[in-house]
């Protein structure tokens, strides 16, 4: 009934709010070029004696283990395919056709790249302009004018929305790692949720022990691992799979989305299915990212000190941005070529998407092989978003940016418990996701007000540069 409750708020808000949420998660990206591109560009996250914390490499590596990296691997083959073959309503678009094809490199670049991307660095931005380097990282750091107990209203606000979003990501990161499991095994190991519990138990001991070498040693380490995985297996499908169509699908993907993107960033779809169709994808997947706000963002400002807000928009935007248009064109280039070619990859629905990219290798030399691979980079991508957010989790919970162990161990456990009575119960998977969305609701205007809290700041800074 809960579940419900909160399925019939969001679509409600989205039904009334569309615009809404499609203007903030435009303005976010305006936002962070803005703020790249101006005088503030050269300030400093953490304050200007600030310095580095992590190497490059290793800095992209833990934003993306913490914002979208399991759903890459998760949607890589089965959103530019479900798109194709199911296009949206009352944009006269012929399944399967050339255009549909387009359009669906389109779609999922809107819905991954820029917009997503940029709704994380607008948030980290604002609360990492008035971060120091020793102090707490909390959302309702923008807003010290406040009285405390407004304050302490958001970061409650904050942790519950973090809680729900990373213990709905958790279980359908399992189920991903379930789903690959069966394929390689073929079933014949357990059954589906007994792969899922298994699965989890294990993820659960590795990201707490993850948790207990701390943020050096646990998170940046295994996200260092998880970029050389991927970029192993983005290479070996671009290597084994048809390189000249993938190629094709990278041109085609820049063309259709710099094409596309400015329209796509201001439609809602005025038809009543067209409408619906965006409420239930894009303006969803906003909602998902903004419902990450307070953790990613926060992560992300904990992660970038020492970094100036430029290179913070070229590292965590602009980058992203590029790796998502390669990800989705060699997985995606791939998946449509399979479908041309009469191979069937089942991509039906919200249910059969973590079956796509398992099936897609099932097509290529080495299967087993790099499906097993597969497995182990969600599964580490899993611990690091997990540990990452029992992390921020303890954060919030002790006001200080550098938490406890106790306090990590215990965020952790809780995810973990969560995620278990999310995989055993399909109402407590519904619960939690519908939970997390509907809860992105109250963060959008939050979202907005970070940034216009961080626009303020410039003009004071200016007018009181001006009297000086």
Same mark, same amino acid.
């Given at each position: ?14 039904? +009334? ?15 962070? =070029?803005?703020?790249? &591109? ?62 549909? @094809? ?7 670049? =809107? ?17 990492? #302009? ?10 309702? /750091? ?8 407004? %304050? ?8 519950? !929305? ?14 991903? $790692?379930? !789903?690959? +499991? ?16 298994? &699965? ?15 943020? %050096?040693?646990?998170?940046? *380490? ?8 991927? *970029? ?18 990278? #041109? ?6 710099? @094409? ?5 960033? $201001? ?16 303006? +969803? ?27 913070? $928009? ?13 990800? =989705? ?29 398992? %099936? ?48 990590? #161990? ?22 939690? %996701? ?29 007018? /009181? +540069?001006?009297?000086?």
């Amino acid at each position: 009934m809960f579940s419900s409750a909160a399925q019939d708020l969001a679509r409600q808000f989205l039904s +009334t709010f569309g615009g809404w949420t499609l203007f903030v998660a435009s303005l976010s990206v305006v936002f962070c =070029f803005a703020m790249a &591109a101006g005088p503030w560009g050269k300030r400093v996250i953490g304050g200007p004696d600030a310095t580095p914390e992590f190497r490059l490499p290793t800095w992209i590596g833990m934003m993306f283990a913490a914002g979208m990296g399991a759903g890459l691997v998760f949607w890589g083959a089965a959103e530019p395919l479900f798109h194709y073959l199911m296009p949206p309503p009352g944009e006269g678009l012929e399944a399967a056709s050339a255009e549909a @094809r387009s359009r669906s490199l389109a779609i999922t670049q =809107f819905h991954w790249a820029f917009h997503g991307w940029g709704i994380y660095g607008a948030t980290a931005i604002a609360i990492g #302009l008035v971060a120091t380097a020793k102090g707490a990282i909390l959302p309702s /750091a923008p807003f010290a004018r406040l009285p405390e107990p407004a %304050r302490q209203l958001i970061d409650a606000a904050a942790l519950v !929305a973090v809680l729900f979003g990373v213990v709905a990501s958790t279980a359908s990161a399992v189920q991903s $790692v379930g !789903a690959g +499991t069966e394929i390689l095994t073929a079933g014949g190991l357990l059954d589906g949720v007994g792969i899922q519990l298994a &699965a989890l138990f294990l993820l659960s001991v590795g990201y707490l022990t993850s948790a207990a070498l701390g943020l %050096r040693r646990g998170i940046a *380490i295994l996200s260092n691992v998880n970029m050389v995985l991927a *970029i192993l297996l983005a290479t070996y499908v671009l290597v084994a799979g048809p390189t000249g169509a993938i190629l094709s699908t990278l #041109l085609d993907s820049i063309v259709a989305y710099a @094409r596309d993107l400015p329209e796509l960033s $201001v439609n809602l779809r005025a038809d009543e299915a067209g409408r619906q169709w965006t409420s239930d994808w894009s303006l +969803t997947y906003f909602l998902w990212w903004a419902a990450w706000t307070p953790f990613v963002g926060v992560f992300l400002v904990r992660i970038s000190r020492g970094r100036t807000i430029r290179a913070f $928009v070229g590292g965590a935007v602009l980058i992203p941005t590029l790796v998502t248009l390669a990800w =989705f064109s060699i997985f995606g280039g791939t998946a449509l070529v399979l479908d041309q070619s009469g191979v069937d990859l089942a991509v039906t629905s919200f249910d059969t998407a973590p079956q796509a990219t398992y %099936r897609l290798l099932g097509e290529l030399p080495l299967a087993a092989l790099f499906q097993l691979l597969t497995i182990l980079l969600m599964a580490i991508f899993l611990i690091t978003s997990a540990d990452s957010g029992a992390f921020v989790l303890a954060m919030f919970s002790e006001g200080r940016s550098d938490p406890g162990l106790k306090s990590r #161990l215990f965020w952790g456990v809780v995810i973990g418990v969560l995620a278990a009575a999310s995989v055993l119960s399909a109402q407590g998977q519904a619960l939690f %996701r519908s939970v997390a969305v509907s809860g992105a609701i109250p963060l959008t205007v939050l979202l907005f007000a970070w940034m216009a809290n961080a626009a303020w700041m410039i003009v004071r800074e200016q007018r /009181a +540069t001006k009297k000086a």
